[in-house]
């Protein structure tokens, strides 16, 4: 249980809440007391998100969406807001990650990152705008990536995807900081989730399979100089949900228009 209580009697939806990181900012507020709709393509993540949450489940509804899809964003946030009687803050987790040579890269598969990742950020916000306009110190915390800034070769779609969700944050702080809409989005790295151990069942959670000829010279450092427990390479996904739970919250209140890089001192 978390001892902050930040939360308490704050609106969230949560994307991506169907495992890895977006399944721990899930149970993170809900230990500071939110009430909280989790989505996410896979309904049986949002089943073991449920099962995860325990007696907090009370606290949690779940809904599945396609980010990707306008028809299903519409669908889905108008059941989240409905169900929790408004929204105060907003998490865009849901995102794929796909790698590959650049020259083997289709249109279609490069298409597909950032309609996932760029534009599902984009509609699940524009649709959610509304109820944070009318919402308690609202908040967006998006997704980028240390791959918006720093070279990660073979990820050139997913590279491309962050980047624009990062500077598409940049500008809707501007834009709706006079609605009193705060707008930040974190950049992990070296973290374990469905998505960089290939665990994730669906779609919108999908292992980063580098080429088999991966020349590993190519990539900069990306080791985290932070200690981590012996024989473990990335950091659990509550390193990320700590950061995303404190700039959703009210204690974010002058942090507006910029991003946080949470992996370990590894792009210093």
Same mark, same amino acid.
């Given at each position: ?5 930040? @939360? ?10 169907? =495992? ?10 809900l ?10 393509? =896979?309904e #049986? %993540? ?7 949450a ?8 779940t ?8 028809? /299903?964003v519409? /669908?889905?946030?108008g ?28 249109l ?16 699940v916000?524009?649709?959610a &705008? ?5 919402g ?5 915390v998006?997704? /980028?990536?240390? =791959? ?6 073979? +990820? #050139?779609? @997913? ?6 969700v990062?500077? +598409? ?19 992990p790295?070296?973290? $374990? $989730?469905? +998505?960089t151990?290939?665990?994730?069942? #669906?779609?919108q $959670? ?6 088999d000829?991966?020349? @590993?010279?190519? *990539?900069?450092?990306v080791?985290?100089?932070?200690p ?8 659990k ?9 404190? &700039?959703?919250?009210?204690?974010? @209140? *002058? ?8 992996? %370990?001192?590894?792009?210093?």
């Open positions: 249980m978390a001892t902050l209580q930040r @939360y308490t009697d704050r609106r969230v939806l949560v994307t991506g809440g169907g =495992s890895g990181i977006g399944q721990a900012c899930v149970l993170r507020i230990d500071e007391g939110g009430r909280v709709v989790a989505a996410d393509i =896979s #049986s %993540g949002l089943k073991d998100t449920v099962a995860k325990g007696d907090a489940g009370a606290r949690l509804n809904v599945v969406v396609d980010v990707g899809s306008e028809d /299903s519409k /669908s889905a946030v059941e989240a807001i409905s169900a929790l009687g408004g929204l105060d803050t907003l998490v865009n987790v849901a995102g794929i990650l796909r790698s590959d040579h650049f020259l083997d890269t289709t279609a598969g490069f298409e597909q990152v950032l309609r996932v990742n760029l534009v599902g950020t984009f509609l916000t524009r649709e &705008l509304p109820a944070l306009k009318a308690t110190a609202p908040a967006v998006n997704f /980028s990536s240390t =791959s918006a800034t720093f070279a990660h070769p073979y +990820m #050139s779609a @997913y590279a491309a995807s962050k980047g624009g990062q500077a +598409m944050t940049h500008a809707l702080a501007a834009e709706f900081a006079k609605d009193g809409i705060r707008f930040n989005s974190v950049q790295g070296s973290i $374990s $989730s469905g +998505m151990d290939g665990t994730g069942e #669906s779609k $959670s999908v292992g980063p399979g580098l080429p000829d991966v020349d @590993y010279s190519l *990539f900069g450092r080791a985290p100089l932070v981590l427990p012996k024989g473990e390479i990335f950091a996904p509550d390193a990320v949900a700590n950061v995303v739970a404190m &700039l959703g919250s009210p204690d974010a @209140y *002058f942090v507006s228009g910029t991003e946080v890089r949470v992996d %370990g001192g590894a792009h210093m």
